[in-house]
């Protein structure tokens, strides 16, 4: 049923390319949608980031090293990729939501009828923040793996098996942590989760056939910025722009830890997963700003848990900094 729809849109000519990349930012937002329902029902504030939100908004990555490495394309672009993709939502996409609204994790304390400040953090907040300690932990853990990988120049597949390894154990211990924690508060999926996962799996197709197409087209244009050349920056940016609206959305319901534990559990599917996925077809080859990528990642990313760690929220003058460091990014991305 889906052919003739697809093939509609290819005969559009030059607005094709236009029409498929609507239809992957419709089927987006379709599955953004339908997590909004489902934090009701189980996986609420930082389960819903760390476990759920990442495959949906990574999806578009898995799904383009998979293109890639079943096409035989470059496996430069595919870090390219992933590095555009962690590095935006590690500085830009938490830079922005710092600068207008703050992103704090533990409430500001309160003063009291004596005059004094008063502790105002409950169990529930130490919790959200202990986890999302945890997810950036793991950030830091993966980027590193990837970087000690990467010295000798090449991602192979003995290394695509230690980094999917390590990505399902990571999984696993999330999808435990989820059920306990359903056990504890007597939660159960509900009668709509089917459904969910229906409207989710028809989103997903929407998202490979629009990426399959998008990808063949851009591969077969060779002259300006919108060509082959740049092919892993701009599908980096445009799969990265649904997590970007994520992140503004739940900056504007005053939902930090969301907003948070969403961008830092999406670089999980990047780095370790798609990465692992390409090098299951071919060797993969590092771009030429990999040690400049890597290095902001792992800066940006251990500054976050130190501010996390030290003073549970972001301060705004960090946002600045943060949405320099992509300024930086893109300068020796592109012009270095």
């Not at 937002?29 to 980031?49: H, K, V």
């Amino acid at each position: 049923m889906a052919n003739p729809f697809i093939h509609w849109i290819e005969a559009k000519g030059i607005w094709a390319p236009w029409l498929f990349v609507a239809l992957f930012l419709v089927t987006s937002f379709g599955m953004l949608w339908r997590l909004e329902a489902m934090s009701a029902q189980g996986f609420e504030n930082t389960a819903l980031g760390t476990l759920i939100m990442p495959y949906c908004s990574g999806l578009g990555n898995l799904i383009f090293a998979f293109i890639l490495g079943r096409d035989g394309g470059s496996g430069a672009d595919v870090m390219t990729n992933s590095l555009v993709n962690n590095v935006t939502d590690m500085t830009l996409v938490l830079g922005l939501p710092t600068i207008i609204w703050g992103i704090r994790i533990l409430p500001a304390k309160k003063k009291n009828s004596n005059g004094k400040k008063s502790k105002t953090a409950g169990p529930t907040h130490e919790l959200n923040r202990l986890s999302l300690l945890l997810t950036l932990a793991a950030v830091l853990f993966f980027t590193g793996a990837v970087w000690a990988l990467g010295r000798k120049g090449t991602l192979d597949e003995n290394d695509s098996l230690i980094l999917i390894g390590l990505f399902l154990f990571w999984q696993c211990f999330h999808v435990v942590e989820v059920l306990k924690s359903n056990v504890r508060e007597g939660k159960s999926p509900g009668w709509m989760l089917p459904f969910d996962l229906i409207v989710l799996a028809i989103c997903a197709y929407g998202i490979y056939v629009s990426t399959d197409s998008l990808v063949t087209w851009l591969q077969n244009r060779q002259i300006g910025f919108i060509s082959a050349r740049y092919l892993g920056w701009l599908t980096g940016w445009l799969m990265v722009l649904p997590n970007a609206v994520m992140a503004f959305y739940y900056g504007w319901r005053g939902q930090p830890e969301t907003v948070y534990a969403s961008q830092v559990g999406d670089c999980h599917v990047s780095i370790p997963l798609a990465l692992g996925v390409y090098t299951m077809f071919h060797s993969m080859a590092m771009p030429p700003f990999f040690y400049v990528g890597m290095w902001i990642l792992l800066v940006s990313t251990l500054s976050h848990f130190l501010f996390v760690a030290l003073f549970g929220q972001l301060p705004k003058f960090f946002g600045w900094i943060l949405v320099a460091a992509y300024g930086v990014f893109l300068w020796k991305g592109l012009l270095g």
